[in-house]
């Protein structure tokens, strides 16, 4: 018998392998080293892990990170601040104060390894791939269990190879890398695949470069991205003083994957996402006339020093355009102390930017939403219809280079026609590293006292899967709909941690009479059920867009496809995630059916064919629900929470 090469994919998952096997599309359980939180899906995840009764965290490392909701106006975000901050401590979780950065540029400065597993509750964790890392994300009761010692279940992935050749011409970026490669695989139909880079133009990214690749791969919706851990990967942790946490990884000679994509670096020219999808991709050299209102250089994407140095000298003795708004988010306090510390912020401040706080602002929403129809270039991952919190803005994804020629000329231009060399920047051999805004597990940890204040509530208590779904479809919903979409981040994020309240606003972008309506049938003591097109749940990891429906009584969604953190969110907590047997059924149901689900608790537990009557129309039709024997316990007793509890209390 010939023994096949593996990949690093496989071979990460069977070092972490804790049951089930390396076999495509088969539910597998792997241990998890490492976890990460942040504050806005953190309060749930950490209230979670309170219900689990546990004396530490069962990780080699956990940090909770600030970085979400840092603009704090009123006193709900500090509370929750204050609060992870104690769960930390009496955890023993490492705690990234506010101001430290966003999560995934600083958990790739100070904590990633290669060949170890992350979860965290965020759905760019994928990031630190670009360590050689199996980096995931998952809803925050996931992450909670993995704190918890419980190992992270999912589908074994089918992986992907693309192959980078070349290198990267001047003027194009690791951001043309990932545009490209969206314009190839969209945002639909990838779900349960892993993209496994390799090929000689690795020898030309440094780790920051892989990790803006790494990073989108979850606007494409794979379970993660992986890069090798290679002479580039050392480089990265001797400049971060960490060069004892690197390792080699690499596939095997003889691998064979499951398809094999070719990317030469060297055909590739400036990209843009056009509103209102990443994966609505074009050469910017298309856009035409476009003025430009404001630039926004930032977010976990594109905030690395090799970043923001690049604009610095693009920036440098030039003026942001007088039409334009240019805000700059250096990702981490160590990008700005080193920024700082080499002369290039006066470059930025200079130029006319505004400098903000190292945080995810602008992109979420949480600050700096363009003015009514406004045009913002920015170097985020996500374009959808309303993130920006202006409604009718329209939002170019692009790269560093593209923005800072919008900043300057006021136009979106291919930045090739700047009238300047391209001034390419080198990683420094050594970062200027400060850890003191990390606090570090104590020793004393039990006597921790956990503080809430007002705005911390529980999750919601949900009931056993009852006998029978009855109920009224009260949205009916097209394709790729975001967790966005569902659940409003922006503005309305300052109630993530209170459930009634963030309720209110369960699909606001769509329907503001949503939750009239929903609230409605559930005090009638009805359900409600959802009823989706393609790719239903893309985007973010936030649970809350399961657990808020779950508190308006939904039941169930039916969806033409479900993206795989959503999914499992769903599942979760309780609602059961059924795709349509045959997509025409789809066309046949109105918003207001009262649709029937008869004997639901014993065809799950016989795991049987599903029936929906659609009472109003006399129609019925199948659908299916691919679940494991775990999956439907976690259903049948209305959420992963019950389960846990119901362990916790007979240890
Ligand atoms: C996002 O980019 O949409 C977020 C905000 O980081 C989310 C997490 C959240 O909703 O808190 C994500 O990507 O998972
Ligand atoms: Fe923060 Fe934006 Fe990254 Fe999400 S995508 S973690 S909001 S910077």
């Excluded at 055909?267 to 999808?277: D, G, I, N, Y």
């Excluded at 689900?597 to 014993?602: C, M, P, V």
Aim: aromatic share 6%; hydrophobic share 40%.
């Amino acid at each position: 018998m010939t023994v096949m090469g593996k990949t690093i994919t496989q071979k990460i998952i069977e070092n972490h392998l804790v049951s089930g096997r390396f076999a495509p599309g088969e539910e597998i359980a792997v241990r998890i080293d490492q976890t990460l939180t942040q504050d806005a899906t953190g309060t749930m995840a950490y209230l979670q892990l309170e219900a689990m009764k546990i004396d530490r965290v069962k990780t080699e490392l956990s940090v909770s990170y600030i970085d979400h909701n840092t603009i704090q106006i009123g006193f709900e975000n500090a509370d929750d601040h204050r609060y992870l901050q104690s769960v930390a401590r009496r955890y023993g979780i490492y705690f990234s104060r506010a101001g430290n950065g966003i999560c995934h540029q600083v958990h790739l400065e100070r904590f990633g390894k290669p060949g170890k597993t992350l979860l965290g509750s965020d759905s760019h964790t994928s990031t630190a791939g670009a360590l050689g890392m199996l980096a995931m994300g998952a809803g925050g009761l996931d992450v909670a269990l993995a704190m918890a010692g419980e190992p992270f279940y999912f589908d074994c992935p089918r992986v992907i190879r693309i192959n980078l050749t070349g290198g990267l011409p001047s003027w194009v970026s690791a951001k043309d890398i990932i545009l490209r490669i969206l314009e190839i695989f969209t945002t639909k139909g990838n779900v349960g695949y892993v993209f496994e880079y390799g090929g000689d133009g690795l020898s030309t990214l440094s780790v920051p470069e892989r990790a803006t690749i790494a990073n989108m791969g979850a606007e494409c919706g794979v379970t993660t991205s992986v890069f090798p851990s290679d002479e580039m990967t050392r480089r990265f942790l001797r400049a971060e003083g960490r060069e004892k946490d690197w390792s080699e990884i690499k596939p095997d000679l003889d691998v064979v994957y499951e398809r094999t994509i070719e990317i030469n670096l060297s055909e590739l020219v400036p990209m843009m996402a056009k509103p209102h999808s990443p994966d609505n991709v074009s050469p910017v050299r298309t856009a035409g006339e476009i003025l430009v209102n404001q630039v926004c250089i930032g977010s976990c994407t594109n905030s690395s020093y090799k970043d923001l140095v690049t604009i610095a000298k693009i920036l440098r003795g030039r003026h942001v355009h007088e039409g334009v708004s240019l805000v700059i988010t250096p990702g981490s306090r160590q990008v700005l102390e080193n920024l700082a510390s080499n002369g290039y912020l006066a470059d930025l401040l200079g130029a006319g930017a505004r400098l903000t706080e190292s945080s995810c602002g602008f992109c979420i929403g949480a600050s700096h939403s363009p003015e009514s129809g406004g045009v913002s270039v920015r170097t985020s991952n996500r374009n959808f219809p309303g993130r920006s919190g202006t409604e009718d803005a329209e939002v170019y994804l692009a790269s560093p280079e593209t923005a800072a020629a919008a900043a300057v000329t006021g136009k979106l231009i291919d930045p090739r026609n700047m009238p300047l060399p391209y001034p390419g920047t080198e990683m420094p051999e050594r970062f200027q590293v400060n850890d003191d805004m990390i606090i570090e597990p104590e020793a004393d940890m039990a006597s921790a006292k956990i503080i809430r204040g007002p705005n911390i509530g529980q999750p919601p208590e949900n009931d056993p899967l009852p006998a029978d779904i009855s109920g009224e479809v009260a949205i009916k919903v097209g394709d790729k709909i975001t967790t966005d979409h569902i659940m409003p981040a922006g503005a309305r994020m300052k109630y993530r941690s209170n459930i009634p309240k963030y309720a209110e606003f369960v699909f606001e972008a769509l329907d503001k009479k949503f939750y009239k309506r929903a609230i409605k049938t559930r005090k009638a003591g009805r359900h409600n059920i959802i009823v989706a097109g393609l790719s239903y749940g893309q985007g973010s990891s936030r649970e809350h867009a399961a657990v808020c429906p779950m508190y308006l009584g939904v039941k169930a969604v039916l969806a033409k496809s479900f993206e795989r953190i959503h999914a499992a969110n769903l599942i979760n907590f309780g609602i059961l995630p059924l795709i349509f047997k045959d997509e025409k059924a789809y066309d046949g149901i109105d918003q207001g059916d009262q649709l029937a689900i008869h004997g639901i608790r014993k065809i799950i537990e016989e795991n049987r064919a599903i029936i929906v009557q659609n009472t109003m129309k006399g129609i019925n039709f199948e659908v299916t629900c691919n679940l494991s024997r775990r999956q439907r316990d976690i259903l049948l007793a209305g959420g992963a929470l019950n389960l846990v509890k119901k362990k916790a209390d007979h240890a």
